[in-house]
């Protein structure tokens, strides 16, 4: 009996295995069917399957493509409006809506605001050259006593003296002798004293500066070598109102000649001033320093707000001699074009708006063109703070050519500069550098107040008549107010784009 059963369950399992295996092979069967089925009855499903992953992965890669497109076109935007390369700068859209958007965002490259000189290690290394030769021109004189005008004399002597267009015209053209206005008539103010005139009789080398009605505090100059102490007269030009401020707020010391000592600086008092705003005063002994100090060879140049931290021989070293220049300072931040100055000092209301405009009507008369890539000149506008000059003969003409359109227009200095530099042509040649070196000749410090003059807020000519005779100047700016020989009505300035929040 037990066999029996053992029997009939192995029978069993057999015949399980055997349904297993039959309904195994039926679905397999059934699936090849309906495969075949499927196939036979149409084969666009498949197909279908396959073209829809082809054409996902194709707009993927068309997308990859088309993001490295518009990324490869914006670095070589900001690439060519930064680039040396005359031609591909001149490509530059710089009011494009893609730059002033990058701009917004942070991400252009953005100028050094300082970089390193390239000045030698020691001060007593240097070799001062012979003075440079002058060519043309080779005598330069000044007018001193304005003549008379229609029979008359004037009404009153002025510092600048009264120019005449066609005087201003005449002075723009070089010959070998010339006679120029350049500031110091007789009776018009800026006198200085005795023992001042006699002291900078000996300054062959100077580095000058000025401070005016009380607008900043003298700043001792830094990391001085021992023979520029000796050989360079530090200079410090002050009025009445900023001596009296010095003194109260600052360590004066007087020799036994008499003359002011503020640490390193020689204080020079000019007395009578040329002008009525402490702006133009401001312009004669940084523009006119060769008048001021007759004797000196060299000058370096810098605001009062400002101390100097670079040895002033290693200075001339790189920026003069090394390059055999005559004249050297920095290119502007911000600005290339005098319009796009003169926009920005509009805006800054940092004079008058309607007399800044008539200023480059003049300008764009008489045929200056807003700067572009095929001009000499790096930039059409310096960074005036700092100037360093050889006082040769062609140097002291344009000193004096420069303070003329200072004295006739607006005290805006770095609006005439590119000015009178367009008028002279080749025949003046000067070194412009770059800004992030200007910023490391010196440390800023703050003004002792803020400064301002009503005229700088004036916004119509209809405001300069009437009553309001406070705002009108009556020493300068006279080229402003006299007729101007030239149809001034049809001249449209050309259009400005603000090149820098900051500008």
């Known amino acids: 009996m037990e066999a029996q059963s053992q029997a009939q369950a192995q029978a069993r399992s057999l015949l ?52 490295l497109l518009i990324l490869f076109a914006l ?16 490509l530059c859209r710089k009011d494009s809506k893609v730059l002033v958007i990058l701009d917004s965002m942070g991400l252009t490259p953005k100028p050094l605001h300082r970089c390193a000189i390239p000045v030698l290690d020691d001060p007593n290394a ?39 267009w066609a005087q201003r015209e005449e002075s723009f053209k070089l010959k070998s002798s010339m006679k120029v206005h350049c500031g110091f008539c007789k009776g018009g103010g800026g006198e200085m004293e005795e023992i001042d005139k006699k002291f900078v009789k000996k300054c062959k080398f100077v580095v000058a500066s000025g401070i005016f009605d009380g607008y900043d505090a003298p700043q001792q100059p830094t990391n001085i070598s021992t023979r520029s102490k000796k050989l360079f007269c530090f200079l410090m030009v002050v ?23 503020v640490g390193i600086w020689r204080l020079i008092t000019l007395h009578n001033l040329p002008f009525d705003e402490p702006r133009r005063n401001g312009k004669v ?30 200075i001339l070293e790189r920026y003069l001699w090394r390059g055999k220049h005559t004249f050297a300072v920095a290119c502007h931040k911000h600005h290339k074009s005098i319009y796009e100055e003169g926009d920005a000092i509009k805006r800054r209301k940092r004079y008058a708006r309607p007399l800044i405009d008539l200023h480059m009507k003049i300008y764009y ?20 703070a700092v100037l360093i000059r050889e006082h040769t003969t062609m140097i002291n003409l344009f000193s004096c050519l420069w303070f003329n359109e200072v004295n006739l227009f607006t005290p805006r200095d770095q609006l005439s500069f590119g000015y009178v530099v367009y008028r002279l042509g080749e025949a003046f040649k000067f070194f412009m550098f770059p800004n992030c070196e200007y910023n ?18 004036v916004k119509s000519l209809d ?8 705002l009108k100047e009556s020493k300068a700016g006279l080229g402003l107010w006299l007729p101007y020989p030239g149809d001034l009505k049809s001249v449209k300035l050309p259009p400005v784009a603000r090149s820098s929040p900051a500008g």
């Open 285 to 314: 002994p940084k523009i006119l320093t060769h008048r001021l100090f007759p004797e000196a060879r060299y000058s370096i140049w810098i605001d009062g707000k400002m101390e100097l931290i670079v040895d002033p021989l290693l």
């Open 239 to 261: 009025d009445d109102v900023s001596l009296d401020f010095i003194q109260q707020n600052t360590s004066m010391k007087i020799d036994k000649d008499g003359g002011r000592w």
């Open 440 to 457: 490391s000749l010196f440390i800023l410090h703050r003004h002792t107040r803020e400064h301002s003059s009503k005229v700088e807020w």
């Open 365 to 384: 008369y008489e045929g200056m063109k807003p700067w572009s890539s095929n001009k000499r000149t790096l930039s059409d506008v310096p960074e005036g």
């Open 16 to 67: 399980l295995r055997g349904y297993r295996r039959s309904d195994r092979s039926d679905h397999q069967s059934r699936a090849k069917d309906d495969e075949i089925d499927a196939l036979s009855s149409g084969k666009a499903e498949p197909m279908k399957i396959i073209w829809r992953n082809g054409f996902v992965r194709l707009v993927f890669v068309c997308a990859i493509i088309w993001v």
């Open 126 to 164: 240097v070799v001062i050259p012979e003075k440079t030769p002058d060519t043309i021109p080779k005598k330069l004189s000044y007018i001193e006593i304005d003549k008379k005008v229609n029979g008359e004399e004037e009404s009153s002597p002025l510092f600048g003296g009264h120019q005449s």
């Open 75 to 90: 670095l070589f935007h900001l690439w060519s409006c930064h680039s040396s390369i005359s031609f591909l700068s001149a």
């Open 463 to 470: 405001e300069f008549k009437g009553n309001n005779n406070g």
